[in-house]
Nanobody, 119 residues
Framework: QVQLVESGGGLVQPGGSLRLSCAAS????????MGWYRQAPGKQRELVAT????????IYADSVKGRFTISRDNAKNTVYLQMNNLKPVDTAVYYC????????????WGQGTQVTVSS
């Protein structure tokens, strides 16, 4: 019941920056958390960062702490991922995630956006 549209991926040199955006629509009032996951070739999907709507707390993967920042704009129903000092190991498809409800919760996913860090 939630639709997610991602944008902002692309090709960047090591040390560069990108900002990913994820716009939510549909049953947005039931959203509990929004965040970002990524999947590199040959690897499992992994958590990058999450934003808990109630309380505004965040969780970051150790590999991106100090370089990535997650934020949201309530008026635009959009979550952002600012990525600075990008490294080749950050190369992956990045997926926006939205969690709704509880007991049980439901997860919705964006279409994915490619981030490539290379010289």
């Amino acid at each position: 019941q939630v639709q997610l549209v991602e944008s902002g991926g692309g090709l960047v040199q090591p040390g560069g920056s990108l900002r990913l955006s994820c716009a939510a629509s549909g049953s947005i009032f039931s959203i509990n958390a929004m965040g970002w996951y990524r999947q590199a070739p040959g690897k499992q999907r992994e958590l990058v960062a999450t934003f808990l709507i109630s309380g505004g707390s965040t969780i970051y993967a150790d590999s991106v702490k100090g370089r990535f920042t997650i934020s949201r704009d309530n008026a635009k129903n959009t979550v952002y991922l600012q990525m600075n000092n990008l490294k080749p190991v950050d190369t992956a498809v990045y997926y926006c995630n939205c969690r709704t409800g509880w007991l049980p919760t439901n997860d919705f996913w964006g279409q994915g956006t490619q981030v490539t860090v290379s010289s």
